[in-house]
């Protein structure tokens, strides 16, 4: 079992940045990669960022490609999301993910264990 827990959300104006940590513990061996999923009011969850733990191998959507970056800490078992230029459009809660097997994709319905989610939210 594998446990998540997501900090650093919170409200901010367009334009701010904002840094997000996602500590796992517990089975964290056994992780593949680890990532990052956002969910507006009435929308669907959306992919956000990936890396892969090894390796440390990124992956971004176009919405937020060169504005995210997510990166990780091995020996502290964390991985950070830092969001700049931000902007309304991104207010959403965002869930950390964790992934035990070798995907080549990452859609959320692959995702094995999920953080609680913390808020974000951007003001005009």
């Known amino acids: 079992q594998v446990h998540l827990v997501e900090s650093g959300g919170g409200l901010v104006q367009a334009g701010d940045s904002l840094r997000l940590s996602c500590a796992a513990s517990g089975r964290t061996f056994s992780s593949y990669a680890m990532g990052w999923f956002r969910q507006a009011p009435g929308r669907e969850r959306e992919f956000v960022a990936a890396i892969t733990w090894s390796r440390g191998n990124t992956n971004y959507p176009d919405s937020v490609k060169g504005r995210f970056t997510i990166s990780r800490d091995v020996a502290k078992n964390t991985v950070y999301l830092q969001m700049n230029s931000l902007k309304p459009g991104d207010t959403a809660v965002y869930y950390c993910?964790?992934?035990?097997?070798?995907?080549?994709?990452?859609?959320?319905?692959?995702?094995?264990?999920w953080g609680q989610g913390t808020q974000v939210t951007v003001s005009s």
């Open positions: 993910a964790l992934y035990t097997q070798t995907i080549l994709v990452f859609t959320s319905a692959r995702v094995d264990y």
